[in-house]
C-alpha cells in the first residue's frame, strides 16, 4: 500500500540486474521498460541493519477522450406532386451536424488511485465545437464522471438542453488512451406562416 516491495530473497553482488514490471496498478498504464541496476558497494546502503540497493518505476496514469456526435435533420431536397395545382414538399435527412459547441465539466472531483485530485468537482476542463461530420474529440483527461451540456446549436436547430454524465473508465493496463462517445439530437427550428 506504501508502493513498496524488498525482493524475497537476498542478490549476490553483481552488475547487470534488471526489475520488470508485469502488472501495472488499477488505473495505471502497464511500462515493461526494464530498470538496470548494479548490486556494489558504492550503490548500497543500510537499514534496519539490511544492505539494500534502491530502484524507483514510475507508472503513467491512464487518461481518456470523450467523443460528442451531433446529429439533427438537414434539407435534402424537395419533392412534388399534382398537375394543376403543384405541391412542393420539403425532405429532411439526419446527419452529423458542425457548428455545436459543447462544454465538459467535472462531475466529481477528479482523483487518480494515489489520491492525488486532479480537477475539482464542477471545473470545466474542454470547450468542444462539432466538425463537418458532426463530431469533436476532448483532449486527454483523467478518468472519472463528467458531464457535456451543449451551449451553442448549429444553425437552423434548437438548443439541446439535456446533460449527458459520461463515465472514462479503466480499459486495462495495455491501453494508454481510452474512448467514450456521447451523443446529442437537434430539433431543426420550425416556422409558421401566417
Known amino acids: 500500500e506504501e508502493g513498496c516491495l524488498i525482493t524475497p530473497e537476498t542478490l549476490p553482488y553483481g552488475k547487470g540486474y534488471s526489475i520488470v514490471e508485469v502488472q501495472a496498478p488499477y488505473g495505471y498504464i502497464l ?34 477522450t470523450i467523443t460528442v456526435e451531433k446529429t439533427g435533420e438537414i ?16 425532405e429532411y435527412s439526419v446527419s452529423g451536424l458542425s457548428g455545436a459547441v459543447f ?29 463537418e461530420k458532426g463530431t469533436a474529440t476532448s483532449n486527454e483527461l483523467y478518468l472519472g464522471k463528467y458531464r457535456v451540456i451543449e451551449t451553442v446549436a448549429p444553425n437552423g436547430t434548437v438548443l439541446n438542453k439535456t446533460v449527458n454524465h459520461i463515465e472514462l473508465t479503466y480499459a486495462g493496463q495495455n491501453e494508454k488512451v481510452t474512448n467514450t462517445s456521447t451523443s446529442f439530437v437537434n430539433e431543426r427550428q420550425k416556422a409558421e406562416i401566417d
Do not use: C, H, M, W
Not at 103 to 130: F, N
Open 75 to 90: 434539407f435534402s431536397n424537395v419533392t412534388s406532386s399534382g398537375e394543376e395545382v403543384v405541391i412542393y414538399q420539403p
Open 103 to 131: 462544454e465538459i465539466y467535472a462531475d466529481e472531483d477528479i482523483t487518480t488511485p494515489d489520491g492525488t485530485v486532479r480537477v475539482k468537482k464542477d471545473t470545466l476542463v474542454a470547450t468542444l465545437k462539432t466538425n
Open 31 to 64: 511500462d515493461s521498460t526494464p530498470v538496470y541496476f548494479d548490486i556494489t558497494a558504492e550503490n548500497t546502503s543500510e537499514e534496519n541493519g539490511i544492505t539494500i540497493v534502491k530502484t524507483e518505476k514510475k507508472n503513467t496514469p491512464q487518461k481518456g
